[in-house]
């Protein structure tokens, strides 16, 4: 039986994983929340199917899978917080079906990718991680050879949006030209030129670095094909997902001399833990830099992450708002004073919020505000009523036929 009634806030258990940052839990901790369980690594599949069902939150970052195992085991699970950009980890339809709202923070490691980016796309210029790597072996490889300054060379980028459009911004201070190519219009930014076609920006661009969600669409986006469309010498970065590239094309071109050099922070399979092996087929490539996801990992990005999600999830728990949630209609929401508020998440079909106001008509209970949002499939109501009145409809909301999930808040 799912929750129906909000619980004391001391006694709402958050579940928060991957090493979410403390000023998440600060956050919880001022409004009230003290239940929470922190782990530094992801959790396995099983491992969240033998304790989700304690959990009325969740915080995950890139690493945790929450799949429809998952949340059909999650009876008490209130609503997902991602504190990260993406949310391809997280089954969110499984989420919707079971009235799950998901959130995550769109924008707030955005510049730490873009920087990173920058340092990578210098480094692999000027040919610092084969001279690196031959230091290392005791070899001193002082040569001007095949390495450039950036001014004058022209970035290509692949999905012109947070990241993109920032690491756009900081490229042309270096005096670089852009391009960029992109399914949606966009404005361009600077001087930056939008490119029709993908095959155009990577046949213009001495750069290219990716910027796009996982999506069906950009699945192997790069493979043998589109790295051979790219000119010779010229680099590949990628900090976006790692299904994008197709790394044995990339590790082949690399050994062919095509492409010169690559920066890869994401990959198709990442270790689950610090302490798996990581297995990749650019592994002793010398110029080549690998990092382990760590975009996104800096202070600042992780501190206002933690802050940005806890806050929606508070926000939902304490009042029932959802905007900017991933996946469920946004409803945005004052708080209420002097009555109980009600949420009736349900299947949109014809007659539902018809037999919903039937059971307060057939009460006699007033309902003193009332919002309302929907998509095609889901729906959802939010009604303020007199207190004391809330658990007798209740109890009737939840025959509602198409009613997904129904719930008091205080
Ligand atoms: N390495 C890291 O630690 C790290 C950190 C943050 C984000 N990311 C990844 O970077 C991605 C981009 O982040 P963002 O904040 O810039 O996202 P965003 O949504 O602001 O921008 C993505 C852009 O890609 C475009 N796009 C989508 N499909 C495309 C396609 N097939 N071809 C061309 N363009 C396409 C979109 O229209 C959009 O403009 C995220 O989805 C996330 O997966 C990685
Ligand atoms: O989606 C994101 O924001 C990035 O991939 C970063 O994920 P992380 O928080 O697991 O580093």
Redesign the pocket.
């Known amino acids: 039986m799912s929750q129906e009634y909000s619980l004391a806030k001391e006694k709402i258990k958050i579940l928060l994983l991957e090493g979410v940052h403390e000023s998440a839990v600060e956050c919880f901790y001022q409004q009230g929340y003290t239940e929470i369980v922190q782990h530094s690594s992801a959790m396995s599949e099983e491992e969240l199917i033998a304790c989700v069902h304690e959990y009325h939150f969740i915080g995950i970052r890139s690493r945790t899978q929450l799949t429809e195992q998952v949340f059909a085991h999650a009876k008490k699970l209130i609503a997902v917080g991602c504190f990260?950009?993406?949310t391809n980890q997280v089954d969110t339809v499984a989420a919707r079906t079971y009235g799950v709202p998901v959130f995550n923070a769109?924008?707030s490691?955005?510049r730490s990718?873009a920087e990173l980016v920058l340092a990578e796309m210098i480094m692999l210029l000027r040919k610092v991680p084969e001279k690196n790597m031959a230091c290392h072996r005791g070899e001193w490889l002082k040569t001007a050879q095949g390495a450039h300054e950036a001014r004058g060379k022209t970035l290509g980028i692949?999905?012109?949006?947070?990241?993109?459009t920032q690491l756009g911004i900081l490229a042309e201070l270096l005096g670089m030209q852009v391009v960029f190519?992109?399914?949606?219009t966009?404005l361009s930014l600077g001087n930056a030129r939008s490119m029709k076609t993908?095959d155009s920006l990577l046949a213009h661009s001495d750069v290219v670095s990716l910027?796009?969600?996982?999506?069906p669409?950009?699945q192997l986006?790069i493979g043998p094909e589109q790295l051979a469309q790219m000119k010779p010498g010229s680099l590949l970065i990628n900090?976006?997902?790692g299904t994008v590239v197709d790394l044995d094309a990339l590790a082949a071109s690399l050994k062919a001399g095509h492409v010169a050099g690559a920066a890869i922070?994401?990959f198709p399979v990442e270790p689950k833990s610090n302490t798996d092996e990581f297995i990749s087929p650019l592994r002793g490539i010398d110029q080549v830099i690998l990092t382990p996801?760590?975009?996104?990992?800096t202070q600042e990005a992780q501190e206002n992450i933690g802050v940005e999600v806890a806050q929606k999830l508070i926000k939902y728990s304490d009042n029932g708002s959802t905007l900017s949630a991933v996946n469920f209609p946004e409803v945005a929401l004052p708080t209420q004073h002097d009555s109980s508020r009600l949420l009736h998440i349900h299947l949109n079909k014809p007659g539902v919020l018809n037999q919903i106001n039937q059971v307060f008509a057939a009460l006699n209970v007033n309902i003193t505000s009332q919002y309302l949002q929907t998509d095609s499939e889901l729906g959802y109501v939010v009604m303020d009523v007199e207190h004391g009145k809330a658990k007798a409809v209740l109890n009737e909301l939840k025959n509602v036929p198409g009613t997904i999930r129904c719930r008091v808040l205080h």
């Open positions: 990260c950009i993406g769109p924008f490691n955005t990718v692949v999905g012109y949006g947070h990241i993109g190519y992109d399914i949606e966009k993908l910027h796009v969600p996982e999506t669409q950009t986006m900090a976006s997902r922070d994401v996801h760590v975009g996104g990992s």
